[in-house]
């Protein structure tokens, strides 16, 4: 007897998956929400180029700005130049945060603050930022400096264009240590 064989049936020809068309809209959607919230996030900054400067103080200098925005003086100074010497530094303040690999910084809000703030009506000047620094040298782990650095928020007022005015105010690290800082702006 002939023996019986099945018939064969052709097989389909093996095909690359491709993304189902569910599959891709999720996925298009997941990356409109991705840029919709990073342009949401890249806003809300806290400050957008054009709103604020900073600038490095001078004593007398005078600060040119737009009208409307905001400028940061950053102080640099030693510790002397506020009345405060390195064992009065240590004495009152407690955290010293790593800063490097040989500095120390420390928010010495505590510390100095500032006082008699004279501005122009409409016009308003804060401390924003206060802190205290230590260094180490890199050849004598004896010898540490110390510096004070400071941020003095100025909001400049919108009509305040075409005007210059005076900031001023006095920096006190307590004990009778005082150091008198002044500048000028000039709103364009």
Excluded: K
Aim: aromatic share 6%; net charge positive.
């Amino acid at each position: 007897m002939p023996r019986r064989t099945r018939p064969t049936v052709p097989r389909r020809p093996r095909v690359a998956h491709h993304v189902a068309p569910r599959a891709a809209v999720r996925a298009a959607v997941r990356g409109a929400v991705a840029l919709v919230a990073l342009a949401l996030l890249a806003a809300c900054g806290p400050l957008a180029q054009g709103d604020a400067a900073r600038v490095d103080y001078a004593r007398d200098a005078t600060y040119r700005v737009p009208a409307g925005s905001t400028v940061f003086v950053a102080f640099t100074l030693d510790l002397e130049a506020v009345g405060l010497d390195p064992e009065t530094a240590q004495r009152r303040v407690r955290t010293w945060i790593p800063g490097g690999i040989r500095s120390e910084s420390a928010n010495a809000s505590a510390v100095v603050s500032l006082r008699d703030v004279e501005t122009a009506p409409g016009w308003s000047a804060e401390l924003w930022q206060v802190r205290l620094v230590r260094e180490r040298a890199f050849q004598d782990e004896d010898t540490v400096t110390y510096r004070f650095e400071g941020t003095l928020r100025v909001d400049v007022p919108a009509d305040a264009y075409d005007l210059t005015r005076r900031v001023s105010g006095t920096f006190d690290a307590g004990e009778g240590s005082t150091r008198d800082v002044t500048f000028l702006i000039e709103a364009l």
